[in-house]
């Protein structure tokens, strides 16, 4: 009888189903596009592996995010992913999950402490030294090809000066026109626009109420990009004339440059970001080693290659 009991209770034991691991994501701004391909490479992952996830908006606020980790920490979540609102709260947020023993990835926008984050954090994105690079590089050889290397004139979309990425995006642009190969480029401007599209297209505005148009303008990501090929449209500027350049590749931006209005853009994978945000997490949580930053690589996209690259992001 002892015998049947012991029995019966390993089978009740064994037949209840395994808890699934949650996981709390905290994304940056749901109005940010690339953001919201983020989130969406990471609830798809999440989604095949069976995690329990609750996705929030920071809204791009540090109150907002400190919160919302907080209130992650409090529930006991097994794990936190998250693309910060500012680089600055990074060692805050790590203290807090550290402290809690609760592992950390860090996507896309690198905190400010990536280089020292404790042993269960680690920093899931790519190596922005590329995507100005590329980027630029590619822009400076379409100006000569144009016979433009007697001197040309341009400016710079700058994102939020709290991300990494924005300030590393515009010293690689610098760092390119600073090769003899490329001298001949002057930057008459820089200008934070926030990432935002309507911010882009004020500013390119005011830039072409001078009655000076551009040569070249290097945008930290697409979507200001695009702002300034509204603007630059808006006043029957000939797209053919004007080299535009990205970051991200977007649906839209990628529509942009099948009509000829934007000429270079570097793939950022979302999806690689987003889905190895969860792997990363998952690996912290089982105790695995993470050699960090995990990095996914850009890639140049150009008119030539641009129909791989449709639907990728």
Request: hydrophobic share 45%.
């Amino acid at each position: 009888m002892k015998k049947l009991a012991l029995t019966t209770a390993i089978l009740a034991a064994t037949s209840i189903p395994a808890q699934a691991e949650t996981i709390g994501i905290s994304i940056q701004n749901f109005d940010n596009m690339f953001q919201v391909l983020l989130r969406d490479g990471m609830e798809a992952r999440a989604k095949e592996l069976g995690l329990d996830v609750t996705v929030l908006d920071a809204k791009a606020n540090v109150e907002t995010q400190l919160s919302q980790i907080q209130n992650f920490i409090a529930n006991g979540v097994d794990g936190i992913v998250l693309t910060v609102a500012d680089s600055s709260i990074g060692s805050a947020i790590s203290k807090a999950a550290a402290d809690a023993g609760i592992p950390v990835a860090y996507v896309n926008i690198a905190p400010e402490n990536v280089d020292q984050l404790p042993k269960n954090q680690a920093y899931v994105g790519s190596n922005e030294i590329e995507s100005g690079t590329l980027g630029a590089f590619e822009a400076c050889k379409l100006l000569r090809a144009a016979g433009k290397s007697n001197g040309a004139n341009g400016y710079i979309l700058q994102g939020s000066l709290v991300h990494e990425a924005a300030i590393q995006r515009t010293k690689d642009v610098r760092d390119i026109l600073d090769d003899d190969m490329c001298k001949f480029i002057n930057i008459d401007a820089t200008v934070v626009g926030d990432w935002s599209r309507v911010k882009a297209q004020d500013i390119t505005t005011n830039w072409l109420s001078t009655g000076s148009v551009p040569d070249v303008i290097f945008a930290n990501n697409d979507e200001m990009a695009l702002g300034a090929i509204q603007a630059m449209k808006a006043v029957g500027t000939d797209m053919n004339d004007v080299v535009v350049v990205g970051v991200d590749a977007t649906a839209d931006a990628l529509t942009a440059m099948k009509a000829g209005d934007l000429d270079v853009t570097v793939f950022q994978n979302a999806n690689g970001q987003g889905g190895g945000g969860i792997d990363t997490v998952m690996k912290l949580i089982k105790g695995e080693k993470v050699i960090s930053p995990v990095f996914i690589p850009f890639e140049l996209v150009t008119p030539n290659n641009v129909d791989s690259y449709i639907s990728k992001n």
